[in-house]
């Protein structure tokens, strides 16, 4: 292949803050005092806070070092399936970084916080055209938050109904918090095996679906990236029971303008703006996970609500019906600024557009891969494409081995060891914002390691020998961590 782009370069090692520095040494000028100076007392001094005395470079050098030993989405390619890693556009931050936005106090009463209310309020509709749900709470602060919303909106419809119901359905391609939001929900998780095409089967949901099953949580496209083809039958069962569909959306970059998720049977969903719609992930920030829903759902939705009377905007809590609060306030709002800054700048096309390139990437690593890594399901995928280290075991190299490796040919890792329906997984997800150089240079390292694990295996099991630390003893670190020191 072309020469890599992983080197090892000029790393430097960075010390504590505390281990920098000198006595006097000072980064920063005080403004003249207005106050006289008032000396500390002794007995006091001795327990004041332990800062280090540091110079403007000591702190520069410092976090730019720091900075160095990180990988992130704007770095790289972040190739993490089932979790949409895409590049942050910067007309986002500063967008949610005008002053009227980031300065406005979380109390500020409804006349002086019009704009961030209109704001709220149009992005709720946004979001329910994006989905072709009827209404939406953005409170939750992410994914788990809006399925633990959705879950309580479930059952406050039951408990309305006079129906008392104790079971969820739960396939084993939906994402893995699933299962703890309906449990804290008093719900008991039902499992549901998928078929041999890796999606959901009609018959097995109705041979489990019964009248104390208060719905089903899917997700959709579903964790092997594969669409469920099946899910308007699946919704048909499920609601011919009584019973409500729930939608994990936090696939929908691969069907934004594409799938309305109403119309195929969905009552419930919750979206990852942290996901999908480009707001940092992680490290990068916080999360919101609003949470949309049928008109027939609405009355449960979280308070306050942002309502419109006579051109004006607040705040309401006047819904008696509702689940109450989730979250302080309107949730995560510097996150939806920043969802709303690319929902606007993109338009209906190109948020589209964006879907439809995503899933053609995976597509594009799905069919250049095939062949190097076993591919479990050979078919379309959506935005994600799942292989296996099957073809590799033969030379006891493992999906984990292959992972370190890529480190060396300067690629973050994919998301390895899920689907748990998939033995050794390799689930890669590109997203729509990688140029197709960029895949091409994926593609080719992967083929390289594919040809290392026959030819020369060991250097696998040894690898990542690039970064700055190299393989680490991972069962050591999860057994006995060092969270000091």
Request: net charge neutral; hydrophobic share 40%; charged share 20%.
């Amino acid at each position: 292949m072309k020469a890599s782009i992983g080197t090892r370069g000029l790393i430097l090692e960075e010390p504590l803050l505390w281990e920098k520095g000198g006595r006097g040494r000072r980064g920063m000028s005080l403004p003249r005092r207005d106050v006289e100076r008032i000396p500390v007392p002794e007995d006091v001094a001795g327990d004041g806070p332990d800062f280090p005395d540091l110079s403007e470079v000591d702190v520069v050098r410092h976090y730019t070092r720091l900075s160095q030993w990180n990988f992130g989405v704007d770095t790289g390619m972040y190739p993490l399936g089932s979790c949409t890693m895409k590049y942050n556009p910067k007309t986002n931050e500063r967008q949610a970084a005008l002053a009227g936005f980031a300065g406005a106090h979380p109390m500020l009463p409804a006349p002086l916080a019009q704009g961030i209310l209109e704001l709220l309020y149009h992005l709720e509709r946004y979001l329910c055209e994006i989905t072709g749900m009827d209404a939406a709470s953005l409170q939750p602060a992410a994914g788990a938050h809006g399925e633990l919303a959705g879950m309580l909106i479930c059952h406050a419809h039951h408990r309305r109904q006079g129906r008392v119901r104790s079971k969820i359905l739960i396939p084993d391609t939906a994402h893995g918090t699933n299962p703890a939001s309906a449990s804290l929900c008093g719900f008991q998780s039902i499992p549901v095996k998928s078929g041999p095409q890796g999606m959901l089967e009609p018959a097995a949901v109705a041979a489990l679906m019964d009248e104390q099953t208060a719905g089903i949580m899917v997700t959709n496209p579903n964790t092997l990236g594969l669409f469920e083809e099946n899910i308007r039958q699946v919704a048909a069962i499920v609601h011919a029971k009584g019973g409500l569909v729930y939608c994990d959306g936090a696939n929908m970059n691969a069907v934004m303008g594409i799938v309305d998720m109403q119309a195929v049977g969905v009552d419930i969903l919750h979206l990852n703006l942290h996901k999908t719609f480009s707001t940092p992930h992680g490290g990068g920030g916080p999360g919101s996970g609003p949470v949309c829903v049928t008109r027939a759902l609405e009355r449960f939705l979280p308070v306050p609500r942002v309502v419109k009377r006579r051109g004006r905007y607040a705040l309401s809590e006047q819904f008696p019906d509702t689940v109450g609060r989730l979250h302080a306030f309107c949730g995560n709002v510097g996150v939806q600024l920043k969802a709303y800054s690319y929902i606007l700048s993109m338009g209906a096309a190109n948020l589209k557009r964006a879907s439809q390139i995503a899933v053609l990437n995976a597509n594009y690593i799905k069919s250049k891969l095939k062949g190097a890594y076993h591919l479990p399901y050979d078919r379309p995928c959506m935005h994600e494409c799942v292989f296996t280290d099957q073809i590799q075991s033969a030379q006891k190299v493992s999906t984990l081995d292959i992972a370190k490796r890529l480190m060396d040919y300067g690629f973050h890792p994919p998301t390895v060891y899920f689907p748990l329906v998939v033995s050794g997984a390799i689930m890669v997800e590109p997203t729509e914002t990688e140029p197709r150089e960029n895949l091409d240079g994926f593609v080719e390292a992967m083929r390289a390691i594919a040809a290392e694990a026959q030819d020369n295996p060991e250097l696998l099991h040894q690898a990542p020998t690039s970064p700055k630390l190299m393989r680490l003893d991972e069962t050591a670190a999860a057994r006995s961590p060092c969270l000091s020191d």
